[in-house]
T-cell receptor
Framework: GQNIDQPTEMTATEGAIVQINCTYQ??????LFWYQQHAGEAPTFLSY??LDGLEEKGRFSSFLSRSKGYSYLLLKELQMKDSASYLC??????????WGAGTKLIIKP | IAGITQAPTSQILAAGRRMTLRCTQD?????MYWYRQDLGLGLRLIHY???????GKGEVPDGYSVSRANTDDFPLTLASAVPSQTSVYFC?????????????FGPGTRLTVL
């Protein structure tokens, strides 16, 4: 079967750094997405990785290792507004997105 | 309108009733999708449309139907609602259906079936 695993919940302190991991087993791979979803709102796009390595975009970075079936999202200089769920999704061989259940990130002052 | 809109925002429905969730986008995207999101589970694809006039089944299509008469609109119909269809429903669109394009989501419809 196809599976995306992420931690259910994480807690971090304002101003700190947090890393959210995602491991996947899918039928084929055509890229990995990270989305942010605030409570009661729609998911919004954060990043896309298709090649191995680190993609940096401001305070957010995303890393991919295709051989390990592994990605992480790194959030720096955490702000209270970063409290949200972070969704990992993989585009499989049929170009359909397979979604993880999401990681709820709680930021404490 | 800008982006994707969904209606209604929320709805309480009696079991057995028919319901259509509306979705409209003004970005001229070719591909559109319907997902449901349930607590503890990832987004699950119900139906999709690669382009106007075509539709396909996703992971959980049973009990749902869709149509794509034009580029902008992609309604989702529950022919006879059941309590297990209680969920938050998101419509999304992307430029193409290639699976590497960013999907943009509507605000969602919260549906409760009693």
């Amino acid at each position: 079967g196809q599976n995306i695993d992420q931690p259910t919940e994480m807690t971090a302190t304002e101003g700190a750094i947090v890393q959210i991991n995602c491991t996947y087993q899918t039928s084929g791979f055509n890229g990995l997405f990270w989305y942010q979803q605030h409570a009661g709102e729609a998911p919004t796009f954060l990043s896309y990785n298709v090649l191995d390595g680190l993609e940096e975009k401001g305070r957010f970075s995303s890393f991919l290792s295709r051989s390990k079936g592994y990605s992480y999202l790194l959030l720096k200089e955490l702000q209270m507004k970063d409290s949200a769920s972070y969704l990992c999704a993989v585009s499989n061989s049929n170009y359909q997105l397979i979604w993880g259940a999401g990681t709820k990130l709680i930021i404490k002052p | 309108i800008a982006g994707i809109t969904q209606a209604p925002t929320s709805q309480i429905l009696a079991a057995g009733r028919r319901m259509t969730l509306r979705c409209t986008q003004d970005m001229r995207h070719n591909a559109m999708y319907w997902y449901r999101q349930d607590l503890g589970l990832g987004l699950r694809l119900i139906h999709y449309s690669n382009t106007a006039g075509t539709t396909g089944k996703g992971e959980v299509p049973d009990g749902y139907s869709v149509s794509r008469a034009n580029t902008d609109d992609f309604p989702l119909t529950l022919a006879s609602a059941v309590p297990s269809q209680t969920s938050v429903y998101f419509c999304a669109s992307s430029v193409t259906s290639g699976g590497t394009d960013t999907q943009y989501f509507g605000p969602g419809t919260r549906l409760t079936v009693l």
